[in-house]
Nanobody, 126 residues
Framework: EVQLVESGGGLVQPGGSLRLSCAAARSTFDDYPMAWFRQAPGKEREGVAAIDLDGRTTYAESVKGRFTISKDNANNLLYLQMNSLRPEDTAMYYC????????????????????WGQGTQVTVSS
């Protein structure tokens, strides 16, 4: 069974930064593309960023230039570096693995995700 454990969420002021982490087994990193999703209160879950097995990355338009997804293969960690945070970035952030292909954009379809973490809350507020 694939287990994903997020950490790093918290309260930050607008313009600030946070780094989220997702811990998983080595096999998860070797076998599956991975991604970050988020869900704000009253809104649908949406894809934020994804990374495929070759290390290629893609981002939602709303976070391009501000967020960076990366993998630490030595320590089996997936990261989401979030800079220039805005109040509209406030949401529960979820780590995901094994979803639809990254290269054609379908990775962001929530129904295509097979494994989810429990989520970590990010609140951007002054």
């Amino acid at each position: 069974e694939v287990q994903l454990v997020e950490s790093g969420g918290g309260l930050v002021q607008p313009g600030g930064s946070l780094r989220l982490s997702c811990a998983a087994a080595r096999s998860t990193f070797d076998d599956y593309p991975m991604a970050w999703f988020r869900q704000a209160p009253g809104k649908e879950r949406e894809g934020v960023a994804a990374i495929d097995l070759d290390g290629r990355t893609t981002y939602a338009e709303s976070v391009k230039g501000r967020f960076t997804i990366s993998k630490d293969n030595a320590n089996n960690l997936l990261y989401l570096q979030m800079n220039s945070l805005r109040p509209e970035d406030t949401a529960m952030y979820y780590c995901a693995a094994d979803m639809l292909p990254v290269y054609d954009g379908r990775w962001s379809k929530v129904r295509g995700v097979n494994y989810w973490g429990q989520g970590t809350q990010v609140t951007v507020s002054s």
